[in-house]
């Protein structure tokens, strides 16, 4: 028998759908639990959750217990189980051994086959999770496209589900069928669509080893932050989008995340923090990996657990400074970096990326203009850009930059003041070969009343301590023609002669120069030697 279905929307991950229902009922996990008992469904079959399975299996791993089945529409199979139990300790160690974070707490009894826990291991249930059991007690409703979920309990406590087959429930019609233990016959909607890989054009039920790499990596990581987030009031969108991005750094050839590039590339403007599914908001995640530190992500979930009613941009402010860094100007340049997509890719140099994967990536959208333009309003967490035009930023509250585009290179300046905005098209159109300027603006600071623009007129090398990509001396004085960079020592490394207000060096020129260390420089021979310092 066939029975319509309303359409529904594209796979979620289970743990999201969990967190919401919590955020909107403002229920306690305690209040979940009992919720839970007191939800127990019964069909118009008169059949219980029990009765559509009969023996369940376990298999003990090193830190793990998996509960499965072999039989109903929650079976599995044992090359399933083989391929998740391998998954299963990877992640574990990517995630505690490598990552250095806190060990997932399992809880004591499962949520689904209600099966007693082995002391010391962490539970992870095999079910078909659309028909997860008293799914109404932790979300909305049943979840027709989650490949898996981590449902958190008290106490830091959680557990996993994984799906048994990756295929669902069909989203405009399915068939229902039936399956017999002990004499009772009951139905259920059978799982028909199987799930696929957006990204390469396969099928996860086919290759249900790949979904099950990417699936655990981004399930045990929401176990993980479950012990940093149990005093936090709120669910934000840092949840999801480092879970995208670590799933990325731990399985990097599965590239799940490129389903949700294209509707953000689309709506730029729309800030982070107010992402439906912000999947695709791990690119932030992976610029702070590879530009910033691998250790930052880290340091963002023990400022959660120190201040847990705080938002993520004060998390990572925080982490920031600890770093002598800014988390405004860290946003402004991942935000630089972004506008390089596409073929825009081919003018920096790879070092230049945000991540390998950037060429593969959707250009993300940029308004033209042709006239004098107020930019776009931010709220904060959000970015915008323009071509050409000339920008009134008297009143924008945010950061800005100005990007030469030429037909295989480019140029960049920073934007401190009003002022600077007639410089830099000056600047940039005696420039030979420049086609076009493009107008970088972001806004990652959460107060009301901000600075419009990081008004520094102060002598100085960013970014500091310097890793990689481009080192940039700023503001240069028009009436000069060379800094001179010397050692800790004072011995000369190199004079270097500019013609802008604001001069850089690529990272093949500062890796070939320095040394890591301590460095200092002036503007020619004369005036206060300023320290910058390069990491690498």
Not at 289 to 294: E, F, L, R
Not at 458 to 474: D, E, H, I, Q, V
Request: proline letters at 5%; one cysteine or more.
């Amino acid at each position: 028998m066939s029975i319509a279905m309303p359409a529904f929307a594209e796979h979620t991950c289970g743990t999201a759908q969990v967190l919401n229902y919590l955020n909107s009922n403002h229920k306690s996990v305690k209040q979940m639990l009992t919720s839970a008992k007191a939800y127990a469904r019964t069909t118009s079959d008169g059949c219980t959750p029990k009765d559509y399975y009969d023996s369940v299996y376990s298999r003990t791993t090193k830190h793990f217990e998996i509960f499965y089945t072999l039989k109903g529409p929650h079976k599995t199979t044992l090359e399933h189980i083989d391929s998740l139990e391998k998954a299963l300790e990877y992640a574990w160690d990517f995630h505690v051994n490598k990552s250095g974070m806190r060990q997932p707490k399992g809880s004591q009894q499962t949520f689904h086959y209600e099966k007693m826990v082995k002391k010391g291991l962490y539970p992870v249930e095999v079910i078909d999770i659309y028909l997860l059991q008293n799914y109404n007690a932790v979300m909305d409703s049943q979840c027709r496209t989650c490949f898996g979920l981590t449902i958190p309990f008290d106490n830091e406590e959680s557990e996993m589900l994984m799906e048994n087959d990756f295929k669902h429930v069909p989203e405009v019609s399915f068939i229902v069928d039936t399956v017999t233990f002990n004499d009772k016959v009951c139905t259920y909607p059978r799982a028909t669509e199987e799930f696929t890989n957006d990204t390469y054009n396969y099928s996860y039920a086919k290759k249900f080893a790949q979904a099950i790499r990417v699936t655990t990596a981004h399930e045990l990581y929401h176990a993980v932050q479950f012990r940093y987030s149990s005093q936090m009031p709120q669910y934000n969108f840092w949840f999801e989008a480092s879970a995208s991005g670590v799933e990325e750094i731990a399985v990097p050839d599965i590239d799940d995340y490129f389903t949700y590039l294209p509707k953000m590339a689309q709506n730029v403007g729309f800030p982070y923090k107010n992402l439906d599914k912000p999947y695709g908001a791990g690119i932030f995640f992976l610029y702070l990996h590879n530009h910033v530190s691998h250790n930052t992500n880290k340091l963002i979930w023990e400022n959660f657990a120190k201040a847990p009613t705080k938002t993520f941009q004060y998390q990572l402010e925080q982490v920031a400074k600890s770093q002598g860094l800014s988390a405004d100007s860290l946003f402004h340049d991942f935000a630089i970096r972004l506008s390089f997509t596409g073929d825009r890719s081919a003018l920096a140099d790879s070092t230049f990326w945000i991540t390998s994967d950037q060429p593969r990536w959707p250009e993300f959208q940029i308004k033209l203009q042709k006239e004098t333009f107020e930019p776009t309003a931010l709220d904060n967490t959000a970015y915008y850009y323009y071509a050409n035009g000339t920008p009134d930023i008297s009143n924008f509250v945010g950061k800005a930059t100005a990007i030469a585009i030429k037909p295989d290179a480019y140029s960049i300046r920073f934007l401190p003041s009003s002022n600077s905005i007639d410089s830099a098209r000056t600047e940039f159109l005696r420039e030979s070969g420049v086609d076009s300027i493009l107008w970088v603006f972001s806004r990652f600071n959460e107060e009301e009343v901000i600075p419009t623009f990081f008004k520094d007129s102060t002598l100085r090398a960013y970014p500091t301590p310097w890793r990689n990509g481009a080192l940039c001396f700023t503001p240069l004085p028009r009436d000069k023609d060379y800094i001179e960079i010397r050692n800790r020592r004072g011995n000369l490394v190199k004079k270097i002669k500019y013609e802008y207000h604001t001069h850089c060096m690529d990272e093949a020129e500062v890796k070939s120069l320095m040394v890591p260390g301590v460095y200092r420089f002036r503007v020619e021979n004369s005036g206060k030697l300023k320290d910058f310092i390069i990491v690498y």
